[in-house]
């Protein structure tokens, strides 16, 4: 069966917004065993909706729409798709209800937007907002359903999750399985080329390869005759993609690196403290972006000499003799956080973020990490390329690899 993705709003054809729904969707959509052949996405023009909603339904069996279902004078989603159905619009009296008790529960009155919001396709089937006041809804136009979701993506994703997927699941194909192998250490052009062959030997597996700065996703996609023998095709493709890339994999789905480097240092029951310079706090916000306060004690950003001298307790001849960017003074950021949080690990990096700033001898993106344990300090460096953001990125998720790899025993890598 193959779906279609719809992103409807003039905010994302001028690119005011990414529009990160339609990813999320097709990524979805996917897994559940659906064939996404189109993703669309068009401004918040009249006609051009009326004509995309027809098409759309005439060519797939599925029609996933965000977007334009919000009070004001440019939403016009819903008027558009019950002239694509062929129906008037009419004010569902269930869904300003809703509307009304959202609304006047934050103390606020409702109004003509507001009640808007409530007018939708005769006989549509209506989908509630629990998190938002634009209420969902689904129509037939043939024989494809197409659901309608507000562009809010926290509102679009547990709509889409809780009243879509239970709807449409037993239509699917029910004949493919997905796995997402999470890696960093290695670029897209040496994972492929590490993986060259897998397809070739597991008959139905397609690899798919997503980039998101410094990671590499690789999706394992396998299509059998059913959804059990597309599970064990894939986990044998899986397999040979775990042996051949070793522990450039970290995880699996979801899981994310920092919750893997924190996995990491629980099972070593290690006490964490960080001292940043040049990437100004990233690491930290990295790191708390998951619970972390069972193993992350604190920390200091320590952009001035003055400030890792005083804080950190670097000795002002190490910084004269060698300068803030070198592994002297990383070592010594490194020993010094981990004496003064009182902790197992201290961590640190110092370098070069640019774009201003660098030397021939030290040039822009010129870094030095360090990790201080209980078996010693390992220093490491490396020039790393891009704009200040990658080069901070890139620095912050090197030290955080290293930590993960002296935590778990693991061998390190050359490429970071």
């Not at 990524?27 to 995309?52: H, K, Q, Y």
């Not at 300003?96 to 008790?101: K, P, Q, T, V, W």
């Not at 009243?163 to 029910?174: C, D, E, G, K, T």
């Not at 001035?304 to 002297?328: C, I, P, Y």
Request: charge should be neutral; include cysteine.
């Amino acid at each position: 069966m193959t779906a279609a993705i719809l992103s409807i709003g003039t905010e994302l054809t001028r690119g005011e917004i990414v529009n990160t729904n339609a990813a999320w969707l097709a990524a979805e959509l996917t897994a559940a065993g659906f064939n996404v052949s189109v993703v669309l996405t068009i401004a918040d023009e009249m006609d051009r909706m009326i004509s995309t909603i027809q098409s759309f339904a005439s060519a797939h069996r599925l029609v996933i729409v965000t977007g334009g279902l919000g009070p004001t004078t440019d939403d016009l989603t819903a008027a558009a798709a019950a002239r694509a159905a062929g129906v008037s619009l009419v004010r569902d009296e269930n869904a300003m209800m809703a509307i009304r008790r959202r609304v006047e529960a934050r103390g606020r009155t409702v109004n003509a937007g507001h009640e808007k919001q409530a007018d939708l396709p005769a006989g549509a089937d209506i989908l509630p907002n629990a998190i938002g006041t634009a209420p969902g809804f689904s129509i037939a136009i043939g024989d494809s359903p197409l659901f309608f979701l507000p562009g809010v993506p926290r509102e679009m994703k547990r709509m889409f999750t809780e009243q879509v997927l239970p709807r449409i699941r037993p239509s699917a194909p029910n004949n493919t399985f997905q796995i997402r192998l999470r890696t960093y250490g290695l670029g897209e052009s040496l994972v492929g080329q590490a993986l060259a062959g897998v397809e070739g030997t597991h008959a139905g597996v397609t690899l798919g390869y997503r980039v998101h700065f410094p990671e590499v996703d690789v999706k394992v996609h396998a299509r059998a005759a059913s959804r059990d023998l597309a599970r064990d095709v894939a986990l044998r493709a899986a397999a040979e993609v775990r042996a051949r890339l070793g522990d450039v994999v970290y995880g699996e789905g979801d899981e994310a690196f920092a919750e893997m480097v924190g996995r990491a240092v629980r099972s070593r029951g290690y006490r964490l403290g960080l001292a940043e310079s040049c990437t100004g706090g990233l690491i930290s916000h990295i790191l708390t972006r998951h619970p972390a306060s069972d193993y992350l004690v604190g920390g200091a950003v320590t952009y001035a000499n003055s400030a890792k001298t005083r804080l950190l307790g670097v000795a002002e001849d190490t910084l004269r003799g060698h300068g803030a960017v070198s592994a002297e003074v990383a070592a010594e950021m490194a020993e010094g956080v981990r004496r003064v949080c009182e902790c197992d690990v201290g961590l640190s990096v110092t370098g070069i973020a640019g774009p201003t700033g660098g030397s021939q001898e030290k040039p822009v993106g010129l870094v030095y990490w360090a990790v201080a344990h209980p078996g010693g300090t390992v220093v490491r460096n490396k020039v790393f390329q891009g704009e200040r953001e990658e080069v901070q990125l890139a620095a912050a998720y090197a030290v955080l690899d290293l930590l993960r790899r002296i935590a778990l025993g693991l061998p390190e890598r050359t490429e970071s």
